[in-house]
């Protein structure tokens, strides 16, 4: 009977195929193969890439690359768990207005708001160094942090912390055994949402790091665009997904002792 | 402004805005220096914002952001709308496989995706610039308009299209009077979404355009790469004062409807 | 009455309550159920169910939740499409006719009304789809509001209505594309005891003033018992009974259907002879007759129907083990040879008393023993 509803899913079938299949496979391929300059038909199997990317100055590269990303989230945590506690305590018209403010600055543009920083950093001196370009991926990311956390935090039952206070505990007690446990699901959803754009990212370090500076999106980058080098370009990227999706299903888990659901701020 | 927060709270709160802010402010500040140099203010100017409008690259780049966001959000919400509905009804199995997909843009890095893309366009022989830019807008925001329409469908009570076929609709038309209705604020979410995304895009772009079509994200991005002059601090302000302005609309679209929707509550 | 007559009507109250005055039931079959089968991934749900519903009748499918009665209405409906098996609308099968198609409307459980519509366009749903001119709609949708006392909520949300009020809506907005039958999926269930026994009131009056078929789908037999013309006991996919409320009750044909309507004490026994029973190594006179000599059976009385008497001259005598207080009668406990029989009395007793039960010949219900009588 609902035949004609169920075939509404047909044309995204077909497109997602060819927009998102078959480009993944693609770069699988190119990972595992290398063709002749002369003739590009002509190709072989070869872990090659793979071999090249584990030499010592590309494991540095990765290696800095999930440093900087590790730091960006552990920070954005520390300071964007705070801030959702708070925002979620204050009253429902001036939580709306808070919220508002919070979000305004990501509407615009990411590469203006970075570009801003190139100049307040310019003039601290710490401008093309680690610590820029983390105050930039901090900046670019927190909301991503905040959001998530404050969504967990206002879904938990009022009477969930009554309950503890008529337990026994007091304001404290009752955040550290029933607020943060039940926010878990929220810091969980957070740290993906921060973590796998700041280990990807090209364009703040590209912007605040320098012209020199290389994480593991620049050197993807640069494999495209100034080596011609596709097929060690996707090793990496084939490299870069394995390690996301590696740390997505260890989130996940983490989530699932956390409590249900990650809470997406959309 | 915040009552009821302890002092210290205000104060965190406070200082969070600033570091949100500030850069914000720089930008805005800056656009009306006289000095070329970043950093000295040497005078109040208009000149940047003259220097802007007679910049045909960013004019271009302008014009191809908007006209792409426009087309992938509606190409996108559409699309996304459709195959949700579509996926619903299938079968936990045939939905779990679908799903897998659509995540995969989601959380693949997004320099991931722009290049297995471009990888796609180059060995099909298809040339990148415009059309290959708002396809690759389209792939990346479907699968969040998936994802904010989905919900909603799982949330409504599952009788409400056997009611309406019961009251003698088609499934056509439980589709579009019951199951649309009942799912617009996921739609209109996922088509801000979209609309957010496409707009802000710079990666994806970067990867799949040539031949002089560039989004504003890649003007920026190139103009910041050398030494910047203070036409970017220029379109800087625009797109803050667009972006104010938006909001206020909003708002006072919002808080008309929650005056007239407590107007209804007193009447009962 | 007449097929035609029933076409022609419109739900006018005033006209419905004349041409129903004095109306009797008729006894023209509507839907014939034939061999319905229904498997859910390999479960099975239906097992060959038989059955067919009159006009104007209010039939209701009563049995424990997972008996397959939902099921029944759904394939009605057109939601759901047997494995085997026909349905028959005045002689025609419809298992082909989607569910627009079908003249059949239902009240959903949690009424299922439209969160995006007000009271109006709800009950207008139908008849804007059909197209209707605007003045009949106005004139039909305010009719019905009158039907379900809701004259003056027209432009209502529905989800600020409470929900006697939304399920009244989802009655009217039914009710008001005239269909042949309605279906009700345990309607009532939402509802607080008391709206509750009001609201099952009210769905008699309207089915009288209708005069349209009601199938009604329950797992409360109080209401079963009180709102029906037909009522069909279900358990595991199997019709166990069919009968009037008063057969039902007081004629279970078997144990299941005994222990789901009412509280009854199941005892076996022996038949002796034609109105002779013996049980608790006593015999008793009965009404029931027709089984072989010695047949064992199982009887039932209802808690109502034992009377506690003098021990000295009655033919069961036990000690009460238990009292509760239940507003309008006692329920008392009296255990005679370890058995525990359930009485309902207006009396009460003391825990520890030795008392006489007794009961009357036509409140022993026979029945036969499961998987023996039916050889």
Redesign the interface.
């Known amino acids: 009977m609902n035949r004609t509803i169920k075939s509404f899913l047909y044309p995204y079938a077909i497109w997602i195929a060819i927009m998102i299949v078959i480009p993944f496979f693609l770069i699988f391929f190119y990972s595992i193969t290398q063709s002749r300059p002369d003739s590009p038909a002509i190709f072989r199997f070869t872990l090659k890439h793979y071999r090249e990317f584990f030499k010592t100055e590309n494991i540095n590269i990765l290696s800095k690359s999930v440093l900087l990303a590790v730091e960006t989230t552990v920070l954005c945590l520390l300071l964007g768990y705070p801030a959702a506690w708070i925002i979620a305590k204050t009253k429902a018209n001036v939580q709306n207005v808070i919220l508002l403010l919070f979000i305004l600055p990501m509407w615009i543009n990411m590469l203006l708001r970075t570009y801003a920083w190139q100049v307040i950093l310019g003039r601290t001196g710490i401008l093309y160094t680690d610590a820029a370009v983390v105050i930039g991926m901090i900046y670019n990311f927190i909301p991503f942090m905040v959001l998530p956390i404050y969504t967990a935090i206002t879904k938990i039952d009022k009477s969930l912390i009554e309950a503890a206070n008529d337990l026994g505990a007091n304001s404290k007690e009752a955040f550290l055994k029933v607020v943060f446990p039940l926010s878990m699901p929220g810091v969980v959803t957070g740290i993906v949402m921060v973590f796998l754009p700041a280990v990807s990212s090209f364009a703040i370090p590209r912007l605040l790091g320098g012209g020199q500076y290389v994480l593991i999106g620049n050197l993807i980058e640069k494999q495209f665009y100034l080596l011609n080098n596709w097929n060690f370009g996707s090793a990496i990227s084939v490299i870069l997904m394995i390690l996301i999706l590696i740390s997505m299903r260890f989130m996940k888990k983490s989530g699932e002792m956390g409590g249900k659901g990650g809470a997406i701020p959309w | 402004?915040?009552?009821?927060?302890k002092l210290q709270?205000k104060i965190?709160?406070g200082l969070?805005?600033l570091?949100?802010?500030?850069?914000?402010f720089?930008?805005v500040l800056?656009s009306f220096n006289e000095s070329e140099a970043?950093?000295r203010w040497t005078g109040f100017t208009l000149k940047w914002y003259n220097e802007l409008f007679r910049n045909d690259t960013i004019k271009n780049a302008f014009y191809y952001t908007i006209v792409c966001a426009i087309i992938s959000t509606i190409v996108s919400t559409i699309?996304?709308t459709?195959?949700a509905?579509?996926?619903y009804?299938?079968k936990k199995r045939?939905q779990d496989y679908?799903l897998n997909?659509?995540y995969?843009?989601v959380?693949?890095?997004?320099?991931?995706?722009a290049?297995?893309?471009?990888?796609?366009y180059i060995?099909v022989g298809i040339q990148r610039g415009f059309t290959t830019m708002v396809?690759a807008h389209i792939?990346f925001s479907?699968p969040y308009v998936i994802?904010?329409v989905l919900p909603r469908l799982q949330a409504m009570?599952p009788?409400?299209i056997?009611?309406?076929?019961?009251?003698?609709?088609?499934?056509?038309?439980a589709?579009r009077?019951?199951i649309i209705?009942?799912i617009?604020p996921g739609i209109v979410?996922g088509m801000l979404?979209a609309f957010?995304m496409s707009?802000?895009d710079?990666?994806i772009s970067y990867?799949n355009t040539s031949g002089g079509v560039t989004n504003?994200?890649i003007e920026?991005?190139n103009m910041?790469?050398r030494r910047?002059k203070p036409t970017?601090n220029a379109?800087?302000t625009i797109?803050?004062a667009v972006?104010?302005m938006?909001?206020f609309i909003i708002?006072r679209i919002g808080s008309k409807k929650k005056i007239e929707y407590r107007l209804?509550e007193e009447e009962? | 009455m007449e097929t035609s007559e029933i076409k022609s009507t419109s739900y006018t109250v005033n006209k419905i309550k004349s041409y129903n005055q004095g109306s009797v039931k008729s006894n023209k079959p509507l839907i014939e159920i034939i061999n319905l089968s229904k498997e859910f991934d390999g479960e099975i749900v239906l097992k060959e169910i038989n059955l067919t519903i009159k006009e104007n009748e209010f039939l209701t499918l009563l049995g424990p939740s997972g008996c397959g009665k939902t099921t029944i209405l759904r394939i009605l409906a057109g939601f759901v499409s047997p494995t085997n098996g026909d349905i028959l609308f005045e002689g025609k099968s419809i298992l082909n006719l989607p569910p627009n198609k079908r003249q059949v409307n239902t009240v959903f459980q949690r009424y299922a009304l439209f969160p995006h519509l007000n009271v109006f366009e709800n009950i207008a749903f139908g008849l804007r789809l059909k197209k209707k001119k605007d003045d009949e709609i106005v004139a039909k949708v305010k009719q019905m509001l009158r039907l379900v006392k809701l004259e003056g909520f027209e432009s209502r949300n529905v989800n600020s209505l409470s929900g006697g009020q939304q399920q009244r809506v989802a009655i009217a907005r039914a009710l008001v594309n005239e269909p042949k039958v309605l279906l009700l999926d345990e309607p009532l269930a939402a509802l607080d005891l008391k709206l509750r026994q009001e609201m099952q009131y009210e769905l008699k009056e309207m089915q009288r003033e209708t005069g349209i078929t009601f199938i009604y789908v329950t797992h409360d037999q109080e209401e079963a018992l009180t709102m029906s013309d037909t009522i069909v006991v279900m358990n595991s996919g199997l019709i166990q009974q069919v009968g009037t409320p008063i057969d039902i009750y007081n004629e279970p044909k078997n144990r299941f259907v005994a222990n789901f309507i009412g509280e009854s004490n199941i005892i076996p026994g022996q038949m002796v002879a034609d109105y002779k029973v013996r049980f608790e190594n006593q015999i008793f006179d009965c009404v029931d007759r027709g089984f072989h000599p010695n047949e064992p059976i199982d009887v039932v009385i209802r808690p109502e129907d034992l009377l506690i008497v003098d021990k000295d001259s009655a033919p069961l005598v036990g000690v009460v083990d238990s009292v509760i207080f239940k507003g309008v009668h006692y329920e008392i406990c009296v255990i005679v040879n370890g058995r525990e029989y359930v009485i309902h009395t207006t009396k009460s007793a003391r825990i520890g008393d030795v008392v006489g039960l007794t009961v009357e010949p036509e409140n022993i219900h026979v029945m036969e023993v499961e998987g023996v009588g039916n050889e």
């Open positions: 402004m915040v009552k009821g927060l709270h965190y709160l969070m805005f570091f949100l802010y500030a850069p914000i720089v930008l800056y970043m950093g699309f996304g459709v195959a509905i579509g996926i009804y299938h045939v679908v997909v659509n995969l843009p959380i693949n890095p997004d320099i991931v995706t290049v297995s893309l471009m990888i796609l060995s396809l792939m479907t994802l904010s009570d009788n409400l056997d009611a309406a076929q019961d009251l003698g609709a088609t499934p056509l038309q589709v009077k019951v209705p009942e617009m979410s979404i957010t707009i802000d710079f990666v990867f504003l994200s920026i991005f910041a790469k910047v970017v379109l800087a797109m803050v972006v104010v938006f909001v708002n209804k009962k």
